[in-house]
């Protein structure tokens, strides 16, 4: 057979499947007067364009008809393999069931990625309570006396900085400088891990620092009533993703029976439902920390018990959510 | 091999063929963007700082989500899209699509663009870029742990007419490949100068036992072989 022969043949079932993907990518917003697609003469025809297409490969046909079935197989393919993973359905998906058991699946991960931060952090917070001196060698004397200045009894609102003393423009500034954070420490376990860990132990030492050197400043009812409630969702989320980025890290270093590269990309499957699911958290923590934690009229004990709820509500929901079959 | 192209395989066991992009094209791509990145932020920051000026501080706080939405979720929203690529990418003709040809799944565009980071380091994407020339199917390290890759779309050959040339059979049965080879001849025809048409055409001389004729007869007999091949008969 001729390939000018072969294309006469089959020219109507492939002219026909083109249109019936055209019809499929473009018509999915307007529903009146539409042509309805029909499924199994789509799949029908591409399987039959399958065989053409193999046919006219193993004949050595010419290039512009190899091109012409290559493109209308691998079109035809895309929509007939597609995966949809929008709508509502899969986002209460993920909030009920996969972001918890992630959390669960990566546990190792966790608790060594909070050891990771708090290690440091009470060790550095305890030496600098102790020689306030020491807080200088983490950060240099003008954010420190800024930090000092943020808890002061006379600010208006606890934790901003003087210029910019708008709840609303810190809940913009905590959203783009933490989920920033966040990411940073997840992509930085593509260097074996040891970027997620320099980032983690880095974060602890700060907060470490801030917090032993506003305590021993006599600050430390302002500073702890500030953060604690927001801590249960922005500290649990940057150790989630430090968490999944040491996955990715030892995804590399140890890939066990797999190959380095298939070792990561399961890793990278499994690690970025945490990532997802610590990206809300940061919203959260970012809304608490703007408009709650900052508000000084909030009667501390008040403070404190929505803090309490806080924190069993995140360690709850991410030990508990989920372990029941769906 | 020097080629680099994957080729991705599907259930019905037909090979699709993936054209990798290279550094330069994605550099190019990447360029385009960061420009198109600039000016969108320029433009905000105008409408924004009007917005501020009648809002206060909820203008500025939506002015650093945009920032922040902007710079991570820009390559996501894009690469999520029926076109499946970035402006930058899609005026470079390539597409991001997942390791067997499919389209991108948001958990994968969502990977590739978190990881840049890690591309990014040490300095200006060193990584991104060290990676995409030591690997022959040009990805970088998000591509690698997202499993994606980014493509050059399909450009289709052109239909060899040439419908002035008299179809002639060959004299003897050729092998698929040099019937393929005389056919491919053929579409490149108008693209070729007519010396170097000649030259080609005279390697193909002995399909016909022609080699005695002289060039532009050689060359006529070739093509038309080519069209009696196609399927075209006197």
């Known amino acids: 057979m001729t390939p000018l022969h072969f294309e006469e043949l089959y020219q109507a079932e492939w002219q026909e499947l083109d249109a019936q993907v055209k019809l499929i990518l473009a018509g999915r917003n307007d529903s009146h007067d539409r042509v309805p697609i029909q499924g199994e003469r789509v799949a029908a025809l591409y399987r039959r364009a399958c065989e053409h297409f193999a046919l006219a490969r193993a004949r050595s046909y010419p290039r512009y008809l190899l091109d012409r079935l290559e493109k209308l197989t691998s079109d035809a393919h895309q929509v007939i393999y597609q995966r949809r993973e929008f709508g509502i359905h899969r986002i209460r998906q993920a909030v009920l069931y996969d972001f918890p058991r992630a959390v669960r699946a990566h546990a190792a991960y966790v608790w060594l990625s909070a050891a990771l931060f708090f290690v440091p952090a009470v060790l550095v917070g305890w030496l600098v309570y102790k020689n306030p001196d020491l807080v200088l060698s983490v950060v240099d004397a003008n954010t420190a006396a800024e930090f000092e200045e943020m808890y002061s009894d006379a600010a208006d609102s606890i934790g901003s900085r003087r210029d910019v003393n708008s709840d609303w423009v810190m809940f913009g500034y905590y959203i783009l400088n933490n989920v920033g954070v966040a990411f940073q420490c997840f992509a930085g376990g593509l260097v074996f891990g040891i970027g997620s860990i320099v980032f983690i132990v880095l974060n602890g030492v700060l907060g470490g620092a801030v917090a032993g050197y506003l305590t021993e400043r006599g600050l430390g009812e302002t500073f702890w009533s500030f953060v604690v409630t927001h801590a249960a969702f922005e500290l649990t989320a940057i150790i989630l993703a430090g968490a999944a980025g040491l996955r990715l890290g030892h995804a590399l270093v140890a890939p066990g029976r797999n190959t380095r590269l298939q070792s990561l990309v399961n890793a990278a499957r499994e690690s970025i439902v945490i990532v997802y699911g610590l990206t809300v958290m940061l919203f959260i923590a970012a809304a608490i920390e703007g408009f709650w934690s900052s508000a000084r009229w909030m009667p501390l004990t008040m403070k404190y018990t929505v803090a309490a709820l806080c924190w069993i509500g995140v360690l709850a929901y991410l030990s508990l959510q989920g372990r029941r079959a769906r | ?234």
């Open chain 2, 1 to 234: 091999m020097l080629d680099s192209s994957v080729a991705a395989e599907t259930p019905e066991g037909i090979l699709l063929e993936l054209r990798p992009a290279g550094l330069s094209a994605r550099f190019c791509a990447f360029f385009i963007d960061e420009l198109i990145k600039w000016a969108i932020t320029y433009a905000a920051a105008f409408v924004f700082g009007i917005l501020a000026s009648v809002l206060g501080g909820m203008g500025v706080a939506f002015w650093f989500i945009f920032v922040f939405v902007l710079n991570w979720f820009y390559p996501v929203a894009f690469e999520l899209g029926r076109a499946g690529a970035t402006p930058g990418k899609r005026a470079m003709g390539l597409k991001v699509v997942m390791d067997n040809g499919l389209p991108i799944t948001p958990a994968a565009s969502l990977t590739r663009n978190l990881l840049r980071v890690a591309d990014f380091l040490p300095f200006l994407y060193a990584s991104a870029a060290v990676s995409m020339l030591l690997r022959a199917d040009a990805k970088r390290l998000g591509d690698i742990a997202a499993a994606t890759l980014v493509v050059h779309q399909r450009r289709t050959a052109p239909k060899a007419t040439l419908d002035m040339v008299v179809p002639l059979s060959p004299v003897r049965p050729l092998a698929p490949r040099d019937q393929s080879a005389v056919i491919a001849l053929a579409a490149r025809a108008p693209t070729l100068t007519i010396e170097r048409l000649n030259e080609l055409a005279a390697l193909a001389a002995p399909i016909q036992g022609d080699e005695s004729r002289p060039e532009a007869d050689v060359t006529r007999r070739v093509l038309g072989v080519a069209q009696w091949l196609l399927g075209r008969r006197a």
